[in-house]
């Protein structure tokens, strides 16, 4: 009986034993912390021996920088995202520069840019400074440090990057004990790396059981928050004594009034005070002295030594307008700026020629208006301002740059960088609806007008800003053979009314007085210009803290107009 009893329970024993080691692996399994290893090339998304993955404060990002002969490379557009776009390149010349308040510093790419030129003098760097890669330009990451501030530290095995752009509070702790710093949250995920018993990481986010932390090395993964101790906020301090670079502009005190003044003659100083008699509180004028007459940069001038002296006599300043507007008009070459502005011969020989116009006559700045500069020619544009604010900077006289009211289209003129170099930007505060533009409506509504201004206030300091307003408007006619306009300047107006017999009515929506007649199955439309608009435009710029007024331009007016400009430069 015992023999039969003990041969059943021994079966029955061992299928529990066997049961138990099966459901004590299972618990071992689960409850035990993986030792498995993350690849941390995957992790860093490296594919190539000489790619360095980046971590950007306490972020991996998708860039990546490169490694050759123990330099450190970004490519060009990884700069520009994280560091400092104010580098200018022209493949077709194979240069790099940077352009300082005094200084143009090149870099010529390739095997000679171990050479860096500042205004024409060499300097030795040591090392390669950039090179291309197919189509991308890389520069060496000592190389930007000069003109960006930043630090960084490298690691191997793989290769990885520490990067600090800001230095801020963030939350120190130590580890309690030797723990696995792993790829996520939970004891089953893979191991980035180990770290001893007082080790440092950064706390980046608090979960319940698990906290993402940064290891001193620039892994970041998670770790127990049982193992975190000690935890206090600190400060990052920058040690990298980078000095910002400050553009020393041409400021004049109190408002600006200035004045557009179009000729297509060479008219001296009577002509001048005579155009400025109904005038007041004028202090700048600016005449459309220059135009450009070729892509190498050659001008035309109307400058007239009388006009300047009569100018100065009045207390007011010349600040001579240079313009493409015309250019194809008066001789019969379209300006190509890419053409023009990408070739460094070019952009001096223009330079060369203002400057040449400012020392002759005495002028007290330059006006760029330069209106048909398209998308591709926008940065050639940008380092034509920045070189010839150098030189308008060493005389102490004013640069000044006309720019459309911002919009997608226009986003080229990057008027941030321009309200860095220049001394004033003009907001061309005008032709919201134009000839051409498909529909009627008003030539510069209040709304416009604010937007322009708020607009350029978000990328250009208020007191570099002058928004200009018009003297003029137009009249829509919308019948039988589609829509029309032609101008209606603010002296011909009241003529326009009565003849017309029309009884403007104000709208408050564009704040300007409207009126509209019908002459068989054509409908003429005027969104008018008159002191009364043109109070309200002031009032919002007045209200904004910018710099001044422009006008255009000189002798569309009415002298009514003047008086309620004397109200704002009063303010």
Same mark, same amino acid.
């Given at each position: 009986?015992?023999?039969?009893?003990?041969?059943?329970?021994?079966?029955?024993?061992?299928?529990c034993?066997?049961?138990?080691?099966?459901?004590?692996?299972?618990?071992?399994?689960?409850?035990?912390?993986?030792?498995?290893?993350?690849?941390?090339?995957?992790?860093?998304?490296?594919?190539?021996?000489?790619?360095?993955?980046?971590?950007?404060?306490?972020a991996?990002?998708?860039?990546?920088?490169?490694?050759?002969?123990?330099?450190?490379?970004f490519?060009?557009?990884?700069v520009? =995202?994280?560091?400092?776009?104010?580098?200018?390149?022209?493949?077709?010349?194979?240069?790099?520069?940077?352009?300082?308040?005094?200084?143009?510093?090149?870099?010529?790419?390739?095997?000679g840019?171990?050479?860096?030129?500042?205004?024409?003098?060499?300097?030795?760097?040591?090392?390669?400074?950039?090179?291309?890669?197919?189509d991308?330009?890389?520069?060496?990451?000592?190389?930007?440090?000069?003109?960006?501030?930043?630090?960084?530290q490298l690691?191997?095995?793989?290769l990885?990057?520490?990067?600090?752009?800001?230095?801020?509070?963030?939350?120190?702790?130590?580890?309690?004990r030797?723990?696995?710093?792993?790829?996520? $949250?939970?004891i089953?995920?893979?191991?980035?790396?180990?770290?001893?018993?007082?080790d440092?990481?950064?706390?980046?986010?608090?979960?319940?059981?698990?906290?993402k932390v940064?290891?001193?090395?620039?892994?970041?993964?998670y770790?127990?928050?049982?193992?975190?101790?000690?935890?206090?906020?600190?400060?990052?301090?920058?040690?990298?004594?980078?000095?910002?670079?400050v553009?020393?502009?041409?400021?004049?005190?109190?408002?600006?009034?200035?004045?557009?003044?179009?000729?297509?003659?060479?008219?001296?100083?009577?002509?001048?005070?005579?155009?400025?008699?109904?005038?007041?509180? &004028?202090?700048?004028?600016?005449?459309?002295?220059?135009?450009?007459?070729?892509?190498?940069?050659?001008?035309?001038?109307?400058?007239?030594?009388?006009? &300047?002296?009569?100018?100065?006599?009045? $207390?007011?300043?010349?600040?001579?307008?240079?313009?493409?507007?015309d250019?194809?008009?008066?001789?019969?070459?379209?300006?190509?700026?890419?053409?023009?502005?990408?070739?460094?011969?070019?952009?001096?020989?223009?330079i060369?020629?203002?400057?040449?116009?400012?020392?002759?006559?005495?002028l007290?700045?330059?006006?760029?208006?330069?209106?048909?500069?398209?998308?591709?020619?926008?940065?050639?544009?940008?380092?034509?301002?920045?070189?010839?604010?150098?030189?308008?900077r060493?005389?102490?006289?004013?640069?000044?740059?006309?720019?459309?009211?911002?919009?997608?289209?226009?986003?080229?003129?990057?008027?941030?960088?321009? $309200?860095?170099?220049?001394?004033y930007?003009?907001?061309?505060?005008?032709?919201?609806?134009?000839?051409?533009?498909?529909?009627?409506?008003?030539?510069?509504s209040?709304?416009? &007008?604010? $937007?322009?201004?708020?607009?350029?206030?978000?990328?250009?300091?208020?007191?570099?800003?002058?928004?200009?307003?018009?003297?003029?408007?137009?009249?829509?006619?919308?019948?039988?053979?589609?829509?029309?306009?032609? =101008?209606?300047?603010?002296?011909?107006?009241?003529?326009?009314?009565?003849?017309?017999?029309v009884?403007?009515?104000?709208?408050?929506?564009?704040?300007?007085?409207?009126a509209?007649?019908?002459?068989?199955? =054509?409908l003429?439309?005027?969104?008018?210009?008159?002191?009364?608009?043109?109070?309200?435009?002031?009032q919002?710029?007045?209200s904004?803290?910018?710099?001044?007024?422009?006008?255009?331009?000189?002798?569309?007016? &009415?002298?009514?107009?003047?008086?309620?400009?004397?109200?704002?430069?009063?303010?």
């Amino acid at each position: 009986m015992k023999k039969r009893v003990i041969t059943v329970l021994v079966p029955i024993v061992l299928i529990c034993i066997v049961i138990a080691v099966a459901l004590g692996a299972q618990i071992i399994e689960r409850y035990s912390y993986s030792k498995n290893r993350a690849d941390l090339n995957e992790y860093f998304n490296i594919a190539q021996a000489d790619e360095v993955a980046m971590v950007v404060q306490d972020a991996i990002v998708g860039e990546k920088a490169k490694f050759r002969d123990n330099i450190i490379y970004f490519a060009l557009s990884t700069v520009e =995202t994280y560091f400092t776009d104010r580098f200018y390149v022209n493949s077709g010349e194979q240069v790099l520069l940077f352009t300082t308040d005094t200084d143009v510093i090149q870099i010529n790419i390739g095997d000679g840019s171990n050479v860096m030129y500042v205004s024409g003098a060499g300097q030795e760097l040591g090392y390669k400074a950039a090179f291309y890669e197919g189509d991308t330009l890389y520069i060496a990451a000592d190389y930007v440090k000069r003109y960006a501030n930043f630090e960084y530290q490298l690691y191997n095995d793989p290769l990885h990057m520490q990067v600090y752009t800001q230095w801020d509070s963030y939350t120190a702790a130590k580890l309690s004990r030797k723990t696995a710093v792993r790829y996520q $949250g939970g004891i089953k995920s893979d191991i980035l790396v180990e770290l001893a018993a007082g080790d440092t990481v950064t706390v980046l986010e608090k979960l319940e059981n698990w906290s993402k932390v940064k290891t001193q090395d620039a892994y970041i993964g998670y770790v127990e928050n049982k193992f975190l101790t000690g935890e206090m906020q600190a400060e990052r301090l920058c040690n990298t004594g980078f000095q910002e670079f400050v553009y020393n502009n041409v400021k004049k005190d109190g408002k600006i009034n200035l004045v557009f003044h179009q000729v297509f003659e060479e008219v001296g100083g009577d002509y001048l005070a005579s155009a400025l008699a109904p005038a007041k509180g &004028v202090n700048v004028v600016a005449p459309t002295w220059l135009r450009l007459t070729s892509n190498s940069g050659d001008i035309a001038s109307l400058a007239n030594a009388s006009y &300047v002296a009569k100018a100065h006599e009045l $207390g007011i300043e010349v600040w001579a307008l240079v313009t493409d507007v015309d250019s194809a008009d008066l001789y019969g070459v379209e300006i190509d700026f890419v053409e023009l502005l990408s070739s460094s011969a070019n952009r001096r020989h223009l330079i060369e020629g203002l400057m040449a116009q400012v020392d002759s006559y005495g002028l007290d700045g330059i006006n760029i208006d330069f209106e048909k500069v398209r998308s591709d020619s926008g940065i050639h544009f940008v380092q034509f301002v920045r070189e010839l604010s150098i030189e308008t900077r060493k005389r102490g006289v004013v640069l000044s740059v006309d720019n459309y009211v911002p919009s997608e289209y226009t986003a080229h003129y990057n008027r941030r960088e321009q $309200g860095i170099v220049a001394d004033y930007i003009i907001i061309m505060g005008y032709d919201e609806h134009y000839v051409g533009g498909g529909a009627a409506g008003s030539n510069a509504s209040i709304g416009f &007008v604010e $937007g322009g201004i708020t607009d350029t206030k978000a990328v250009v300091p208020a007191e570099k800003i002058i928004n200009a307003i018009p003297f003029y408007t137009r009249v829509w006619e919308s019948g039988p053979e589609g829509l029309r306009a032609s =101008t209606l300047t603010m002296a011909a107006q009241a003529d326009w009314i009565s003849r017309n017999g029309v009884a403007p009515v104000w709208v408050d929506e564009v704040c300007q007085n409207y009126a509209e007649y019908q002459v068989n199955d =054509t409908l003429y439309q005027c969104w008018l210009e008159d002191a009364d608009s043109i109070r309200v435009k002031l009032q919002v710029m007045q209200s904004q803290g910018i710099k001044g007024v422009a006008s255009w331009k000189l002798g569309l007016e &009415v002298p009514a107009v003047w008086d309620v400009i004397a109200e704002y430069m009063a303010q």
